[in-house]
């Protein structure tokens, strides 16, 4: 509807009634036959623009982008957070039209809608930007970045980030090789919207709050739900982090690795000893011409050479086993090396280390030049050398960063392994 | 070494001594200094070049692809079973001069080596190719299904194709799809070389074994190790397995559903019900030009159109979260569909059921035409997408076929999810 906007507040009158509320952001294509408003009691409702005979704007979408929640008086006993928004299912509503869900809720509102959070420390509050998970590119994790190390400067004492679950581990290792802080920088999102009876936003953001205010801790941490129940949440290192479950509550799981610790009402428990003592450094530079390429059988070898005229600088392989792919590819992954293009190995198994020396296949993809990637997640070796990338083009220097552990991306090799 | 091939005998006069034993193979582009011939003893020894004097053909490789273990007569109160052989680490031994593990042992010698095969069944063997299983190609699926269906109609009792781990869980699926089977087609490998005392070789061969002669099973399954220690293994099903482990021996998993039973020295105990009623048929029809694309952030919607253009006729994506990708491909998905391919949508998450009526992105990407695969493994859905469009290129049949269950790929939505 041209001359208004998400967020106005707008009354419809239809040939049953009126209706005042909020008028909401309908991003489906499909249905452009319908307005939604959010009415004051906070339920949605859907009106058939054919049945609509006025509408008038009462008051004009309020941009409340940053905001103290005042309820309560800060209080100095208790330490100071940011929660800063980027939306995702935690800041959406089911729509009763067509039983999706999409994204409805200001961090302002979010927040206001659990209160404990105050009981835990002065909460102060910042939208990014108000996006699907899905839809966040490289360039927003800077954004996230940036506004993450300028709350920091302004002496908060941790940073609570809400976030769409789909890519969060991406964000998390992003935001891990970007910035060294000295606070706990939390990511959390739900599975469950946070209108729903059964939604996990509540307690992952009371979770999250709590380790931002009160955990000794110095990096970037996932804290979603540790079990289905309401019981716990895992405090995940932020490059070793996976979403394992399309719907389940505790979809999160640390792999190759431990968890960090894990929180609840009571408190927090460390499971192993985190870092704390770190300098805030903010460093964004980024390399976007990287490919992540799942090998599987059948992959066509021109795909190399495709990617290559692309322009692409590097290519992560998520390869088979120990980190292979076809000898079908050598050639092409040579190829490419000698023009310059940097490539990686990980593995499509998930967990568990590449070894490109126990097979001629691995031996072979080496001396070409790939680079094995150890023990890191495929979509933290993305992450990675698109940062490496970022920083320098020497073979031997982007080599050594590959292999360098810079955010617990790496665990060095044990002997019982 | 011009005149002589693998596998044949010869006689190395060095500088040193003489040594007499089987020409190996060396695949390695990077060692072409050294021969390696494997003793009597059935040790490896690398010789290298310049030490040699003079090498004599003793005998040249004896080619036996088919054989029948005669050690005992064909005992009428066993069962029979054929035992194909494919290649893969259970076929290899370490290289000791490189540390690394290459291909070495032919069907015959595999089975020869593991006595106990004996007890269980009468045992035919045949070599369809030797290859570490990264180098398998979807030709060398219908190689294996067509010469097991040829060995079932001679009448065996039970089929176990022996295979490396890498690729096994994608030519499970490629059997299950093109194999109707009355008896138990069982693939099996090792995560270790044969000829090392902590090989899972010998007991997987044995369990397969135990299950290919012995299980009322009508069906494509693979038996793995179950835990790490040599206690049992597990039967899982064709469409429904993977490696989920670099080089845990215990790497196979039933993924969104439970393996079909257990087996051990004790026997097989079910933990569900399995097939056991098929009538042989073979169906091989495959579209080759099908790609499975990963979605990353940031991965630019270019290479969909490249796609298109490279002539791919189908693409599975594996989406995040219940299925999602970037609204910035949205356009350019849109068009390839619209230009005839087909594209199916499953979730980076591994576990748990994509569905894409819940989100705004999942509505829109389904009114486009893109597939939901419900809780198929993202292998397993390419390989049956490749299936399918070997069957028909008509969308709402395509839809159709993607979406019908024909060898265990999907489970009916329950309630309670």
Same mark, same amino acid.
């Given at each position: 509807m041209p001359g208004y906007k998400p967020g106005?507040? #707008?009354?419809?009158?239809? $040939? @049953? +009634?009126?209706?005042?509320?909020?008028?909401? %952001?309908?991003?489906?294509?499909? /249905? /452009?036959?319908?307005?939604?408003?959010?009415l004051e009691s906070g339920y949605n409702v859907g009106i058939s623009l054919d049945r609509i005979r006025e509408i008038k704007k009462i008051e004009a979408r309020i941009k409340r982008e940053r905001f103290r929640l005042k309820r309560h008086k800060r209080d100095p006993s208790k330490r100071d957070i940011s929660i800063l928004a980027t939306g995702g299912t935690i800041a959406s509503r089911v729509d009763y039209i067509t039983g999706g869900v999409h994204s409805a809720f200001s961090a302002e509102e979010l927040i206001s809608a659990v209160p404990e959070l105050e009981e835990i420390a002065n909460i102060q509050g910042r939208q990014i930007f108000n996006k &699907?998970?899905?839809n966040i590119i490289p360039e927003d994790w800077i954004k996230i970045a940036?506004?993450?190390?300028? %709350?920091?400067?302004k002496g908060v004492d941790g940073i609570v980030i809400t976030h769409g679950t789909d890519t969060m581990g991406y964000t998390s290792a992003a935001l891990a090789f970007m910035l060294k802080t000295p606070v706990p920088v939390v990511l959390?999102?739900?599975?469950?919207?946070? /209108?729903?009876?059964?939604?996990?936003?509540?307690? *992952?953001?009371?979770?999250?709050?709590? $380790?931002?205010?009160?955990? @000794?801790?110095?990096?970037? #941490?996932?804290?979603?739900? +540790?079990?289905?129940? /309401?019981? &716990?949440?895992?405090?995940?290192?932020?490059?070793?982090?996976?979403?394992?479950?399309?719907?389940?509550? @505790?979809? &999160?799981?640390?792999?190759?690795?431990?968890?960090?610790?894990?929180?609840?009402? =009571?408190?927090? %428990?460390?499971?192993?000893?985190? =870092?704390?003592? *770190?300098?805030?450094?903010? @460093?964004t530079k980024l390399e976007e011409r990287v490919f992540l390429l799942k090998y599987f059988p059948g992959l066509n070898p021109e795909v190399?050479?495709?990617?290559?005229?692309?322009?692409?600088? !590097?290519? #992560?392989?998520?390869?088979? !086993?120990? +980190?292979?792919?076809?000898?079908?590819? &050598?050639?092409?992954i040579k190829d490419a090396i000698d023009s310059g293009v940097f490539i990686a190995m990980t593995s499509q198994t998930i967990f568990g280390r590449v070894n490109m020396n126990v097979y001629s296949t691995g031996r072979i993809l080496q001396d070409i030049g790939v680079i094995p990637c150890e023990d890191m997640l495929s979509e933290t070796a993305y992450v990675k050398l698109m940062w490496c990338l970022g920083h320098t083009k020497k073979p031997e220097r982007l080599r050594e960063m590959m292999?360098?552990?810079?955010? !617990?991306e790496i665990t060095e090799r044990s002997r019982i392994e």
């Open positions: 106005d507040k #707008v009354e419809i009158e239809t $040939v @049953d +009634g009126k209706y005042t509320g909020i008028l909401m %952001e309908r991003p489906e294509l499909a /249905d /452009d036959k319908h307005v939604v408003i959010k &699907f998970s899905e940036r506004t993450t190390a300028s %709350e920091i400067k959390t999102g739900a599975q469950r919207s946070s /209108d729903r009876g059964s939604s996990d936003a509540p307690l *992952n953001l009371i979770h999250s709050a709590i $380790v931002a205010s009160k955990a @000794d801790l110095s990096e970037v #941490v996932v804290v979603m739900h +540790g079990e289905i129940s /309401d019981s &716990f949440s895992l405090i995940h290192p932020g490059t070793r982090v996976r979403k394992l479950h399309t719907s389940r509550r @505790d979809a &999160f799981r640390t792999v190759n690795s431990r968890p960090l610790g894990r929180v609840s009402m =009571k408190g927090i %428990e460390f499971l192993r000893e985190p =870092k704390s003592d *770190n300098k805030l450094k903010l @460093d190399i050479d495709n990617l290559v005229e692309l322009g692409y600088n !590097g290519i #992560v392989i998520e390869g088979t !086993g120990l +980190g292979h792919t076809s000898e079908l590819l &050598f050639e092409r292999l360098t552990n810079y955010a !617990g």
